[in-house]
């Protein structure tokens, strides 16, 4: 599956939209960021609600192709340009965790 | 290559955002170079855990990375206070991170046992009052 069929999920809000030709492998869900850096898989989207650089720098060295910020969070404009620049897509929602996750699993990320 | 390829990192203690910035020049370099995946992204978790130690507990310190054929060696060294006892800050979950850390998702107690399994040499040697020097090697 490619990381654009998840960057047009309905809930979601774009706030960077990477490489949307990217294939993405699965959906992991982790705020704890020393556990997400080593459990992440390469090419996953990462659910979370630990909205700060560190996030993205996880991101980046996990390569993560794709954060989802869910319950609202969001990331400083700072942050986002570096993601941007680094080729990760970053999505908000205001869902929970869980639902979210749900949707972009079935969207076709089993 | 067949030359040894040293970076070194001064790795500053005050600004816990910026940890990151030298495992993600390192991660950069060894793309360039053509390195295998796999070994990136042990060499850049593991660093990276060993970054954030040293701006959490020891207010920064210094990390040296050599490439060559055959392994990326990475030293980690630290004036900081240094680790009383090795085998209790070497178990998951133990952690004398600040709750400011805790709350942006770090300090759980994973950081060493991290750097050790993610490469697949480490060695630790401290001195309280001293500080604290990593040695992780990751084969390539």
Same mark, same amino acid.
């Given at each position: 599956?490619?990381?654009?069929?998840?960057?047009?999920?309905?809930?979601?809000?774009?706030?960077?939209?990477?490489?949307?030709?990217?294939?993405?492998?699965?959906?992991?869900?982790?705020?704890?960021?020393?556990?997400?850096?080593?459990?992440?898989?390469?090419?996953?989207?990462?659910?979370?609600?630990?909205?700060?650089?560190?996030?993205?720098?996880?991101?980046?060295?996990?390569?993560?192709?794709?954060?989802?910020?869910?319950?609202?969070?969001?990331?400083?404009?700072?942050?986002?340009?570096?993601?941007?620049?680094?080729?990760?897509?970053?999505?908000?929602?205001?869902?929970?965790?869980?639902?979210?996750?749900?949707?972009?699993?079935?969207?076709?990320?089993? | 290559?067949?030359?040894?390829?040293?970076?070194?990192?001064?790795?500053?203690?005050?600004?816990?955002?910026?940890?990151?910035?030298?495992?993600?020049?390192?991660?950069?370099? @060894?793309?360039?170079? #053509?390195?295998?995946?796999?070994? $990136?992204? =042990?060499?850049?978790? *593991?660093? +990276?855990?060993?970054?954030?130690?040293?701006?959490?507990?020891?207010?920064?310190?210094?990390?040296?990375?050599?490439?060559?054929?055959?392994?990326?060696?990475?030293? @980690?060294?630290?004036? #900081?206070?240094?680790?009383?006892? $090795?085998? =209790?800050?070497?178990? *998951?979950? +133990?952690?004398?991170?600040?709750?400011?850390?805790?709350?942006?998702?770090?300090?759980?107690?994973?950081?060493?046992?991290?750097?050790?399994?993610?490469?697949?040499?480490?060695?630790?040697?401290?001195?309280?009052?001293?500080?604290?020097?990593?040695?992780?090697?990751?084969?390539?």
């Amino acid at each position: 599956m490619e990381l654009k069929s998840i960057l047009t999920l309905p809930e979601c809000t774009l706030l960077a939209q990477g490489n949307p030709d990217r294939t993405v492998s699965k959906v992991f869900c982790c705020d704890l960021l020393s556990i997400a850096m080593s459990k992440a898989p390469a090419d996953s989207v990462w659910v979370t609600v630990m909205g700060n650089k560190n996030t993205l720098a996880v991101a980046s060295l996990a390569d993560v192709a794709c954060i989802v910020l869910a319950e609202g969070v969001s990331l400083d404009e700072g942050t986002l340009a570096k993601a941007e620049e680094e080729g990760i897509a970053v999505l908000s929602t205001t869902l929970p965790v869980f639902d979210i996750a749900l949707e972009i699993y079935e969207a076709g990320l089993s | 290559m067949s030359e040894k390829l040293t970076f070194q990192y001064v790795i500053s203690g005050d600004d816990f955002t910026r940890a990151g910035e030298a495992s993600s020049s390192v991660k950069n370099k @060894l793309k360039q170079l #053509g390195v295998d995946d796999a070994a $990136i992204r =042990k060499t850049a978790i *593991a660093m +990276y855990e060993g970054e954030i130690n040293m701006v959490i507990h020891a207010n920064g310190g210094m990390i040296t990375v050599t490439i060559s054929d055959t392994v990326i060696e990475m030293i @980690l060294a630290d004036q #900081g206070p240094g680790i009383k006892d $090795i085998s =209790k800050a070497m178990q *998951a979950g +133990y952690s004398t991170a600040p709750e400011e850390v805790r709350s942006l998702g770090f300090g759980a107690g994973m950081g060493l046992p991290n750097m050790k399994k993610f490469s697949d040499e480490f060695q630790i040697e401290s001195t309280p009052g001293v500080g604290t020097t990593v040695t992780m090697k990751v084969f390539l």
